[in-house]
């Protein structure tokens, strides 16, 4: 059980797991242009978007000081954050090392999404954070509710398609998303960093162990339905593990791979806003990922599946689907143990065009969003693919 916690924290973020400072109660009291945005220099508006079934989520609006939001200027972005992350992840390094600043110079109208269950996000018409039927969610309701009806917002505000840009989980998001007509007419281009759609050849050894426990099985039977890596409980069990019982310096390598480029320096103000909270029933559908190797709906058995799908399996993610003549690049590492290059490729023989692809032998599963020289390694490119696209719109 322990093993599980801590390993679940790491898996897709940064984690206490690699200081000896461990997480903080605290967590951001403002909103995340008054934390992070202002103080860089730069505007920032805060958005609202209600999903269809309640869901109250927060958009953050980011422009350079050279602009100003009343005016028209470049296609908006959205960028979409990975698990037990939120938007304030393009935004944690300098201005000159953090994606969504960088946009902003080069004259984009950024957006910043931020799902469910997130600090920013939370919130609901009707249910409390503390009802289970809050944290009855996981990736594919992100992807059919969350980014479907912030994409839909910031198409109507912005009277122009998109941009999109996902990380991790927020890749996930976006293949499923795309898949539906409606969602895919909206989005000019997508750039995706670590794409994931396909997970059985996650090498992580710890992920390996939990995933063969089948540990996410045990914490749904203690009741469990959030993951809250700032309550109380789990902070003390972070910092006892990490106290004598295990070497957290390495770990977070042990679990995204060995991050070249990544700032540990900056460990302790990072968890001033990372981790953020998820639901179990979403860990436990990435957990069904790895066990099946598919791109499917959520798994509730036999009988919930024939009510629920009105089949016996849940109906998988038709990567097909995604249109031919959407443009695509994206950005994968060797040293990913997550975004397993094998999975990686399975992803592009199953789409119908062939992305533009930038793979970096050296680089892991958190240098995409925090690497200190991601602007030269990564960045350039995907804003050269979008201006590429640019060119050949009627903007």
Same mark, same amino acid.
């Given at each position: 059980?322990?093993?599980?916690?801590?390993?679940?924290?790491?898996?897709?973020?940064?984690?206490? !797991?690699?200081?000896?400072?461990?997480?903080?109660?605290?967590?951001? *009291? &403002?909103?995340?242009?008054?934390?992070?945005?202002?103080? =860089?220099?730069?505007?920032?508006?805060?958005? /609202?978007?209600?999903?269809?079934?309640?869901?109250?989520? =927060?958009?953050?609006?980011?422009?350079?000081?050279?602009?100003?939001?009343?005016?028209?200027? @470049?296609?908006?972005?959205?960028? #979409?954050?990975?698990?037990?992350?939120?938007?304030?992840?393009?935004?944690?390094?300098?201005?000159?090392?953090?994606?969504?600043?960088?946009? =902003?110079?080069?004259?984009? @109208?950024?957006?910043?999404? &931020? *799902?469910?269950?997130?600090?920013?996000?939370?919130?609901?018409?009707?249910?409390?954070? /503390?009802?289970?039927?809050?944290?009855?969610?996981?990736? %594919?309701?992100?992807?059919?509710?969350?980014?479907?009806?912030?994409?839909?917002?910031?198409?109507?505000? $912005?009277? +122009?398609?998109?941009?999109?840009?996902?990380?991790?989980?927020?890749?996930?998001?976006?293949?499923? $998303?795309?898949? #539906?007509?409606?969602? $895919?007419?909206?989005?000019? !281009?997508?750039?995706?960093?670590?794409?994931?759609?396909?997970?059985?050849?996650?090498? =992580?050894?710890?992920?390996?162990?939990?995933?063969?426990?089948?540990?996410? %099985?045990?914490?749904?039977?203690?009741?469990?339905? %959030?993951?809250?890596?700032?309550?109380?409980?789990?902070?003390?069990?972070?910092?006892?593990?990490?106290?004598?019982?295990?070497?957290?310096?390495?770990?977070?390598?042990?679990?995204?791979?060995? &991050?070249?480029?990544?700032?540990?320096?900056?460990?302790?103000?990072?968890?001033?806003?990372?981790?953020?909270?998820?639901?179990?029933?979403?860990?436990?559908?990435?957990? #069904?990922?790895?066990?099946?190797?598919?791109? $499917?709906?959520?798994?509730?058995?036999?009988?919930?599946?024939?009510?629920?799908?009105? /089949? +016996?399996?849940?109906?998988?993610?038709?990567?097909?689907?995604?249109?031919?003549?959407?443009?695509?690049?994206?950005?994968?590492?060797? &040293?990913?143990?997550?975004?397993?290059?094998?999975?990686?490729?399975?992803?592009?023989?199953?789409?119908?065009?062939?992305?533009?692809?930038?793979?970096?032998?050296?680089?892991?599963?958190? @240098?995409?969003?925090?690497?200190?020289?991601?602007?030269? @390694?990564?960045?350039?490119?995907?804003? %050269?693919?979008?201006?590429?696209?640019?060119?050949? +719109?009627?903007?």
């Amino acid at each position: 059980m322990k093993l599980f916690l801590v390993s679940v924290l790491t898996a897709f973020t940064i984690s206490s !797991a690699v200081t000896q400072s461990h997480i903080r109660r605290g967590s951001p *009291v &403002n909103s995340l242009c008054a934390d992070l945005v202002h103080p =860089a220099g730069y505007s920032c508006t805060e958005h /609202t978007v209600q999903t269809k079934d309640g869901y109250i989520l =927060a958009l953050q609006r980011v422009a350079s000081p050279a602009q100003n939001l009343t005016f028209q200027y @470049d296609p908006p972005v959205l960028l #979409q954050h990975g698990l037990f992350m939120a938007g304030d992840v393009w935004f944690l390094d300098s201005p000159k090392e953090s994606l969504g600043f960088i946009l =902003a110079d080069h004259g984009f @109208d950024v957006w910043v999404g &931020n *799902v469910r269950g997130t600090r920013y996000s939370y919130g609901h018409v009707t249910l409390s954070v /503390t009802d289970k039927e809050y944290w009855d969610w996981s990736w %594919q309701d992100l992807a059919m509710y969350d980014l479907a009806e912030m994409v839909q917002y910031i198409y109507s505000v $912005a009277n +122009s398609k998109i941009f999109l840009v996902g990380h991790s989980q927020g890749t996930i998001m976006s293949f499923a $998303a795309l898949t #539906q007509p409606r969602v $895919a007419e909206m989005v000019k !281009a997508a750039a995706l960093l670590c794409p994931i759609s396909y997970l059985d050849h996650v090498s =992580a050894p710890l992920v390996e162990r939990m995933v063969f426990m089948h540990l996410d %099985q045990m914490v749904v039977a203690l009741g469990l339905h %959030q993951i809250n890596f700032r309550s109380d409980t789990l902070v003390k069990l972070v910092d006892l593990l990490c106290e004598g019982h295990m070497d957290c310096t390495d770990f977070l390598s042990s679990i995204t791979g060995n &991050n070249c480029c990544f700032n540990a320096s900056r460990i302790e103000y990072y968890l001033d806003y990372e981790p953020h909270p998820s639901s179990v029933k979403n860990l436990r559908h990435l957990f #069904q990922m790895i066990r099946k190797g598919s791109f $499917a709906q959520y798994d509730y058995g036999f009988l919930k599946n024939l009510l629920t799908y009105g /089949t +016996s399996k849940p109906p998988e993610f038709e990567l097909s689907l995604v249109p031919a003549a959407l443009p695509m690049w994206m950005g994968y590492g060797g &040293n990913d143990l997550l975004a397993d290059v094998t999975d990686v490729k399975r992803t592009l023989a199953k789409l119908p065009s062939r992305p533009e692809l930038l793979y970096l032998e050296n680089y892991g599963h958190i @240098d995409f969003v925090l690497s200190t020289s991601a602007k030269e @390694d990564v960045y350039k490119h995907m804003i %050269q693919f979008f201006w590429e696209c640019r060119k050949f +719109s009627s903007w």
